[in-house]
């Protein structure tokens, strides 16, 4: 059953980079035609979309956090990350990584989620 | 981008109770629409995709439909395990964006 769990800094200091991994188990991160993804809900709020990774390489970023966004794969270890530079007390948010399905007859949605992990942005 | 509404915001029914939640587009997303549900300190859960396509495992208790702008989730008999906040997504163009959540809570 595949599996994926976040790590990386909970607390980042404002003007730094937010650096986030999630690891994936019970299946290759290279097998299927699937997309990692990066999705973030602030504290009491909804649910944002950063951005995916093929493991291709292939990138898509929100517009909204592209300038700030980097999205990598590392296929050796089964996992991809977040880097999310430059932050403001308004990245605070739990993150989540997520496997996407895309098929031109179902559009695009989101089946195996990660558990979420916490970051706060604060001095 | 295109903007996501849900309604009712919070919702209050009973174990037993058929609910319905509503979700629509700012423009035609077709059958592009998603529906999860998530609880509290949970990640969210895909429940149906492409408007009407309940994902496995998923009880067929919840079934969706729609298209164009307007969508809904029902719940036929709603379980102890229903109560959650739900929130619909759509995939038609990205950015992928999800309406602001409908939290159904116990009576």
């Known amino acids: 059953q595949l599996q994926l769990q976040e790590s990386g800094s909970g607390l980042v200091k404002p003007s730094q980079t937010l650096s986030l991994t999630c690891a994936v188990s019970?299946?290759?991160?290279?097998?299927?035609?699937?997309?990692w993804s990066w999705i973030r809900q602030p504290p009491g709020q909804g649910l944002e979309y950063i951005g995916y990774?093929?493991?291709?390489?292939?990138?898509y970023y929100n517009p909204s956090l592209k300038s700030r966004t980097t999205i990598s794969v590392d296929r050796s270890k089964n996992q991809f990350s977040l880097n999310l530079s430059s932050v403001t007390a308004a990245d605070t948010a739990v993150y989540y990584c997520?496997?996407?399905?895309?098929?031109?007859?179902?559009?695009?949605?989101?089946?195996?989620w990660g558990q979420g992990t916490t970051v706060t942005v604060s001095s | 981008d295109i903007q996501m509404t849900q309604s009712p915001s919070s919702l209050s029914a009973s174990v037993g109770d058929r609910v319905t939640i509503t979700c629509r587009a700012s423009?035609?997303?077709?059958?592009?629409l998603n529906w999860y549900h998530q609880k509290p300190g949970k990640a969210p859960k895909l429940l149906i995709y492409?408007?009407?396509n309940l994902q496995s495992g998923v009880p067929s208790r919840f079934s969706g439909s729609g298209s164009g702008t307007d969508f809904t989730l029902t719940i036929s008999s709603l379980q102890p395990e229903d109560f959650a906040t739900y929130y619909c997504?759509?995939?038609?163009?990205?950015?992928?964006?999800f309406g602001q959540g409908t939290k159904l809570e116990i009576k």
């Open positions: 997504q759509q995939s038609y163009s990205t950015p992928y964006t």
């Open positions: 019970g299946g290759s991160i290279g097998s299927g035609d699937y997309s």
């Open positions: 990774i093929y493991h291709s390489g292939s990138t």
């Open positions: 997520a496997r996407g399905n895309w098929a031109f007859s179902t559009g695009y949605n989101m089946d195996v």
């Open positions: 423009q035609s997303i077709s059958s592009y």
């Open positions: 492409a408007a009407s």
